[in-house]
């Protein structure tokens, strides 16, 4: 009789009367009765033929749910199997390079969530140059960027707030290296001073393509967080320059921060853009995004979760599907349905600042690896001087931080899909970039597999064993 | 030299010729006038022949000169209902990029465009291209009743500063170039010049000339462009290798040891035409010449007009007729062999029988567990073999599929059978198409028959590698297997013929599925419901709604998906639900495209208009 051992990468989601299993290592979903499910829920469990017959086990290590393995040798696969991966990814995905241009701390809104906030007075004063720009695409490139041409650069313009009147100069310097390089230029924007840019804003190289704006819920709620400096309100502004930005085939984000207040009012937001035929126009793509507290300094007794945020929408009667953070989970994972070979997660590094080839570069030649932590000193990766780059510990530092080096992630079995969560959130957190803060992270996953799971069984329609008609 | 070429490339850009360009009586006269004196015929699917005025004159042992007409571009269409305009952009895979970009639209034997249209929206539809929507244009919607509109990258010849620029020179400067040498050099004297369509989506022109028209042993000299990004050590050159197809296996070891390694290349990217003549086993040798902003600098994010160096191109001239001298004398020592296939009177016909062992299988299977763990892979050894899709039987079908099967005959298909259907298709594809049949089964050495059960059809063609015939007998009534054979033998007859042809893939298929359906209907002296499968009241269900089916075809091979939603603040495009014509899809038209099909081409035979409807 032989032994097997429940998966460490085996994952069990509880649905109506039945469980999902969910194997985090090789992707395979598959739902299985509620005995079975409570069996393998407990991972110490040695299976054998005792417990259920050999077919069942049979097609359990078929899927990967119990193996042969020990759970030590179970890990050792698992770390040579990621650190190819992440071998792959550092050779063939991460070749792109990303430039986050920071043109001036400089904003014209006061949100009181605002992480820049502490900086804002220190160094607003200083606008990114012309002349800076040119340095950046000519002695500092290829100094900054290793084995890849100015043609595989994208940009982001930020801020601050990057439209201000006063960057116009080097956004068009800017632009100029997009016309001759075929370079998208992005840029993360409150859109509330676009008047001064909209010659500037299209699909074309040449052109700001991409733009992501924030709403911090409906009108009354927005007016009251998202102001100008005086107080003003900004809505209407702001609504204004999104058909603006439409009519002109710019692709624009348009996140909705919310907090417990604005959360339940959602519904009148979505009606109004709906009205605006805003809601369901192709080049906007609405998501919500609960406010989240940067570097504790915010009064976050008002923020939701990603998880009551959720099931808050879920609850009350919208007639559009809003994505929440649960839904875009569930659209980025959709694929999992139907992928038949191959690999299905490769995700071993969280986001930029794990990532070589990705850089924030602020006016003073200073260099971040997160835009979280731009302006702030302690968190500078290195700075451009007299013609070099210069980058130090931190560097190096941020780079090594993928799965490979979290040990909490490899005994996790849905690291390869969070890939060890945000680094700034775990030094905030846990003290160290290397202690990951997961959250709720696990249980948001899950709720993502079985919205994919179950919105498929409501769209199925495999056309199998049609006996009768056509017969061609 | 150059301001004789510059006109022969600035008369043929005015043809605007893009994928599955049809000739008419305005484009053959700008055509005969570019060629003067150099003699020609056209043949059936649109190629160009230079140097002799029929098919029957070519002479064996001549060296042809080789190019495609064809750039990437498209037909323009109107959408009346919906006031906007759409064009399938054939030749470009790539949706990125296009959106804001204006093309040009072209009367085809006008030099200039007749307007410009900004893309509002790009979607990528099927394998060939991308369908480009616009705002309809007041003054173009005139035009478009009065002709045929084309569209593709606005630009004129230019010579300007040592460099010619033009929205075509792939691959109008080597089209150019033969014709310049035929003309002005005397080549038309003991050269050939053959220039082809559709390379851009399917390389039918050439395979046409290849496998229809082409009887003669010729050598080929096949020329094209390629980006200048391009590594290579020169300018131009020959290529050696592509896609792994050895592309120097037919250029004589004479020519090969007398050239500087500069001139050879591995060029990985595309499939150009000489891989087609090197699979088809024809002698030739490929050339290369680099151009900037290759396919108008779309593919690498950019939008210009193509441009070549005069010095360049001057020197490409003189490597041309280096190669073609070199390749001649070679030839006269040691004549061209042709590799031409010729027919055989009997093929080999093999009928694998899996269906009593799938069978085996599931009915030896306790319960679905043990289908799932032991049968399962037992199948998988099965469908692999043919790269079919598994089975997808969940646990309610399998019981009910077990039953069925318990009671399930499977019956014997005779061979002399499948020799008379082949001699009842021979004749009627001949006749039809006017081919003379040695053409259409030279290369049908043998037919092979594959039964299995649990098909998600029930009768096909797969490839395996080799084309074999699938039938799933757990789907065919006893009395339907030899109607089904006919059906799927007349593919495998015709998928040559198919392939020749001057159109878009989705009417190859549909015209190749409505041919099929009516040459079973004859065979068995039954009526095209019948021998489509429908049932009285199926078939009057599809004629009713046969003016809304007609309307989706027509937007499913033209790539209309989309339609313009015009709402009080904005103007945008939005899906346009067209159900496919020959998948399931739920609807109670399912599969529409074989019902239209066939009826399609049984009126064409009946009015005896058949072949000249597939050409128009």
């Known amino acids: 009789m032989k032994n097997y051992y429940v998966s460490k990468y085996l994952n069990i989601i509880p649905l109506k009367d039945t469980y999902l299993l969910f194997n985090g290592f090789n992707g395979c979903i598959d739902e299985v009765s509620k005995e079975m499910g409570q069996l393998l829920s407990n991972k110490d469990k040695v299976v054998s033929s005792q417990d259920i017959a050999d077919v069942e086990i049979e097609f359990l290590q078929r899927r990967g749910h119990v193996t042969n393995l020990t759970p030590e040798e179970e890990k050792k696969e698992f770390v040579k199997f990621v650190k190819k991966i992440d071998e792959f990814n550092l050779k063939n995905d991460f070749s792109e390079c990303n430039l986050m241009l920071l043109l001036s701390y400089a904003c014209n809104l006061n949100c009181y969530y605002c992480y820049q906030k502490p900086i804002r007075g220190k160094k607003e004063n200083k606008v990114m140059t012309k002349e800076f720009v040119d340095q950046l695409f000519g002695i500092y490139f290829e100094k900054l960027y290793r084995d890849v041409s100015r043609e595989d650069l994208d940009i982001t313009l930020y801020g601050g707030e990057p439209f201000l009147k006063r960057n116009r100069d080097v956004v068009e310097r800017v632009l100029e290296y997009s016309n001759k390089y075929s370079i998208n230029v992005g840029a993360i924007s409150n859109c509330t001073q676009l008047e001064h840019y909209l010659d500037l804003v299209g699909p074309l190289p040449g052109q700001i393509n991409f733009i992501q704006v924030s709403i911090d819920g409906n009108q009354e709620d927005h007016d009251t967080s998202r102001v100008s400096e005086p107080g003003k309100p900004t809505f209407d502004t702001i609504v204004r320059n999104i058909h603006l930005m439409l009519d002109r085939k710019v692709k624009l984000n348009i996140r909705i921060n919310i907090d417990a207040n604005s959360l339940e009012k959602l519904a009148f937001l979505y009606d109004f853009l709906e009205k605006e035929e805003i809601l369901n126009h192709p080049y906007a793509y609405i998501y919500l995004h609960p406010l989240h507290n940067h570097f504790k300094q915010t009064d976050d007794s008002s923020f939701v979760g990603h998880m009551e945020a959720a099931a808050t929408i879920e609850s009350i009667n919208i007639k559009s599907k809003i994505r929440h953070p649960i839904r875009r989970k569930a659209e980025g994972l959709a694929y999992l349905m139907k992928i038949q070979r191959g690999i299905p997660f490769r995700k071993t590094r969280f986001c930029m600042q794990n990532i070589p080839n990705n850089f924030l570069i602020d006016p003073y030649g200073d260099i971040y690896g997160c835009y979280e932590e731009a302006g702030r000193d302690d968190y500078k990766i290195g700075y451009l001087k007299n013609g070099e780059v210069y980058f130090n510990s931190l560097r190096e530092d941020y780079l090594n931080r993928n799965l490979l080096n979290l040990d909490k992630c490899l005994e996790c079995s849905i690291s390869l899909l969070c890939a060890g969560e945000c680094g700034v959130q775990a030094r905030e957190n846990n003290g160290s970039i290397y202690n990951p803060y997961c959250s709720t992270r696990k249980d948001e996953i899950y709720e993502a597999i079985k919205y994919i799971y179950t919105e498929r069984e409501q769209d199925d329609r495999i056309d199998s064993l049609n006996f009768l008609f056509p017969h061609l | ?616």
């Open chain 2, 1 to 616: 030299m150059i301001q004789e070429y510059h006109k022969i490339v600035k008369e043929l850009s005015r043809l605007h010729i893009v994928p599955f360009h049809k000739w008419n009586e305005t484009t053959k006269a700008i055509l005969a006038s570019i060629l003067g004196n150099i003699p020609f015929f056209i043949t059936r699917n649109g190629n160009i022949f230079l140097g002799e005025d029929s098919q029957e004159k070519i002479k064996n042992n001549r060296i042809c000169f080789q190019a495609h007409l064809d750039h990437p571009g498209g037909r323009l269409y109107y959408s009346q209902d919906e006031e906007y305009m759409y064009s399938k952009l054939y030749g470009h895979r790539t949706s990125k990029y296009l959106v804001g970009r204006n093309f040009g639209v072209f009367l085809p034997g006008m030099y200039e465009s007749i307007d410009q249209l900004e893309v509002e929206h790009c979607h990528r539809s099927g394998m060939d291209g991308v369908t480009l929507f616009f705002k309809a244009h007041n003054d173009l919607i005139k035009t478009y009743d009065s002709g045929e509109l084309v569209i593709h990258y606005d630009g004129s010849p230019v010579l300007k500063n040592d460099t010619l620029t033009n929205w075509n020179l792939d691959n109008i400067l080597n089209a150019a170039l033969i014709i310049y040498l035929m003309k002005y050099e005397n080549y038309a004297d003991k050269y050939y010049g053959l220039l082809t369509l559709n390379e851009e989506v399917s390389h039918s022109g050439l395979y046409e000339f290849l496998n229809i028209i082409y009887d003669r042993d010729l050598y080929f000299i096949s020329m094209d462009a390629i980006d200048s990004s391009i590594n290579s050590n020169n300018g131009f050159g020959i290529r050696t290798k592509q896609n792994g197809v050895e592309l120097d296996k037919f250029i004589p070891e004479g020519v090969m040891h007398q050239l500087d390694e500069k001139y050879k290349a591995e060029i990985p990217f595309g499939v150009c035409e000489g891989v087609t003549l090197v699979k088809e086993n024809r002698p030739s040798i490929s050339l290369f010449i680099k151009i900037n902003h290759f396919h108008n600098g779309i593919p690498f994010s950019k939008f210009g007009a193509e441009e070549i160096d005069l010095s360049l191109l001057k020197e490409y001239t003189e490597f041309i007729k280096t190669i073609a001298f070199k390749i001649e004398s070679e030839i006269t020592n040691e004549p061209i062999s042709a590799n031409i296939k010729t027919s055989i009177k009997e093929p080999d016909i093999n009928i694998t029988n899996h269906s009593d062992h799938i069978r085996n299988i599931i009915l030896s299977c306790d319960n679905y567990v043990d289908y799932l763990t032991r049968g399962l892979p037992e199948l998988r050894k099965i469908f692999s073999t043919y790269s079919l899709d598994m089975p997808n039987l969940d646990s309610n079908s399998y019981y009910r599929y077990k039953e069925f099967l318990s009671s399930k005959k499977i019956t014997p298909i005779e061979k002399k059978d499948i020799i008379d259907i082949r001699e009842y298709l021979s004749g009627e594809i001949e006749t039809l198409f006017g081919i003379n049949k040695d053409v259409f089964l030279k290369d049908i050495d043998n037919i092979e028959i594959v039964r299995i059960l649990l098909g998600n059809f029930n009768a096909c063609n797969c490839f395996n590698p080799n084309r074999v015939i699938m039938l799933s007998d757990d789907r065919i009534d006893e009395q339907d297997i030899l109607r089904l054979i006919t059906h799927e033998l007349t593919h495998f007859m015709t998928a040559g013929i198919w392939r020749s042809m001057n159109m878009p893939h989705e009417l190859i298929k549909y015209y190749d599925e409505g041919l099929a359906v009516y040459l079973s209907a004859k065979k068995f002296d039954i009526d095209i419901r019948q021998s489509l499968g429908f049932s009285n009241e199926v078939y009057e269900r599809f004629l009713e709604q046969k003016p809304q089916l007609e309307k989706w075809f027509s937007d499913f091979y033209k790539g209309n998906f989309y339609k313009i939603h015009k709402g009080n603040i904005h103007e945008y495009f939005i899906k346009n639900d067209v159900p496919h014509p020959f998948y399931a899809n739920g609807s109670n038209v399912s599969r529409y495209g074989y019902f239209l099909s066939a009826l399609d081409t049984k009126r064409f035979i009946e009015e005896g208009v058949y072949y000249e409807k597939l050409l128009c």
